[in-house]
């Protein structure tokens, strides 16, 4: 299993935990204070559940390496849903790698040679040299992807802010609300 694969059953399963957990504090038969606490406990684990994911996440791309495969370009599919591209290329042992970029647009043509930079942890392009075709000598450059995953960090401390109003409601003397 891949680490990506595991990074991802982990999160969700973390995450339909907790939502879980945060519907428990909905029921009416509980007094305010436990359904405050339920509600606190199950934010709590969804700051938990996103701020991991996003750490992880960067850890993982920011340690990967960031191998070099210099081949011919083949199944090349630009995606307009999220606006990015996606293709095979094959190094000189004959092993096809799955390159995905954020670049839509010319430069990409079947059957050239180019030579990829990549993140081994999620596949997504670094660098781009098109080493043969009407584009040779056309550079591109992309991001590794880890900024993104700071976003998740961020989500997730909002829930953990959101998780501590709750939990400052089960302590005596303050009213719920």
Same mark, same amino acid.
């Given at each position: 299993m891949r680490a990506e694969d595991i990074v991802g059953i982990s999160f969700f399963a973390l995450l339909i935990c907790a939502i879980v957990v945060t519907l428990c504090g909905s029921r009416t038969i509980l007094a305010p204070r436990q359904q405050a606490a339920w509600r606190g406990w199950g934010l709590s684990l969804i700051s938990v559940a996103l701020v991991g994911f996003g750490l992880v996440n960067f850890q993982l791309i920011h340690s990967s390496p960031r191998p070099v495969v210099e081949g011919n370009l083949w199944d090349i599919r630009q995606e307009f849903k999220n606006g990015s591209t996606r293709?095979?290329?094959?190094?000189?042992?004959?092993?096809?790698?799955?390159?995905?970029?954020?670049?839509?647009?010319?430069?990409? &043509?079947?059957?050239?040679?180019?030579?990829?930079?990549y993140v081994a942890y999620n596949?997504?392009?670094?660098?781009?040299?098109?080493?043969?075709?009407?584009?040779?000598?056309?550079?591109?450059?992309?991001?590794?992807?880890?900024?993104?995953?700071?976003?998740? &960090? &961020?989500?997730?401390?909002?829930?953990g802010l959101l998780a501590c109003r709750q939990l400052a409601k089960t302590r005596p003397g303050q009213t719920p609300a």
């Open positions: 293709f095979m290329i094959t190094d000189a042992t004959g092993q096809a790698v799955m390159i995905l970029c954020s670049h839509r647009g010319p430069g990409f &043509v079947q059957g050239e040679r180019a030579r990829v930079r596949n997504k392009l670094v660098e781009l040299d098109m080493l043969s075709g009407p584009y040779g000598a056309w550079h591109l450059r992309e991001s590794s992807g880890e900024v993104g995953y700071w976003a998740w &960090v &961020v989500i997730g401390l909002i829930f």
